[in-house]
């Protein structure tokens, strides 16, 4: 059982180059999330999808755009990649709350997805 | 809104030390609380959370943690800790209403165990 799944592990780009950061689960999530993790910030937001066809945009979404167009996959792509984008980007995946009162909210992750731009 | 305060971003014990996390939430809808572990370049993992009933929770190797409204507070503890345990702790917190089930992340706190 895999869990979650993040492809690729270690990117470095140039400046202006795109790139996308492909996230798979197998847990028949019907949400998924992509974070990103820097030193002293904890994580941060950047956008979800509560189902398939749909996605949402979290605490910060510029520079990204996401794309899920199966619900076993959630797609994180980087346009125009800048200095300040180099981070470690962690996919999530959780149950919806709203189906069972047994889903508590518990994300599941990645081992996440370390990017440096340069 | 939600949020989450992670008071100490490093936190250093001596082997078999009490080990005190603090974590303050805020919230205006009753909360989801949760504490996850990263060890070194790898992923978060859940170590316990509240939801609702028992305010003392239990998680895995041996940590725990109380809720108390009256204080906000989601604090964690191990009565003894051992050198395995360093790591970096995020405290968190959603809500049945928040929409998308969005977690909200505190800052991190850095466990150092020292032999």
């Known amino acids: 059982n895999a869990g979650v799944t993040q492809t690729p592990k270690f990117r470095v780009l140039k400046t202006g180059q795109s790139m996308t950061l492909l996230c798979a689960q197998d847990?028949?999530?019907?949400?998924m999330y992509w974070y990103r993790q820097d030193p002293g910030m904890g994580l941060r937001l950047i956008h979800y999808s509560v189902g398939e066809g749909t996605t949402a945009k979290g605490e910060v979404p510029d520079g990204y755009n996401v794309s899920r167009l199966k619900k076993q996959n959630f797609l994180l792509g980087l346009e125009s990649a800048a200095p300040s984008q180099t981070s470690v980007y962690f996919c999530a995946s959780s149950w919806n709350m709203g189906q069972a009162f047994s889903n508590t909210g518990e994300l599941f992750f990645g081992e996440g997805s370390r990017l440096t731009v340069l | 809104a939600q949020s989450v305060t992670q008071l100490g971003s490093h936190v250093s014990v001596s082997e078999g030390a009490l080990v005190l996390l603090r974590c303050n939430y805020s919230s205006s809808v009753p909360p989801y609380l949760f504490w996850y572990v990263q060890y070194p370049n790898q992923g978060l993992q859940l170590l316990l959370k509240?939801?609702?009933?028992?305010?003392l929770v239990k998680g895995i190797n041996g940590f725990e943690a109380e809720f108390k409204k009256s204080e906000t507070s989601f604090h964690l503890t191990k009565p003894s800790a051992h050198m395995s345990d360093a790591a970096e702790y995020f405290c968190a917190v959603t809500s049945w209403y928040n929409q998308g089930g969005k977690l909200i992340f505190g800052q991190g706190t850095e466990l150092s165990v020292k032999p």
């Open positions: 847990m028949n999530h019907e949400y």
């Open positions: 509240y939801t609702t009933g028992a305010t």
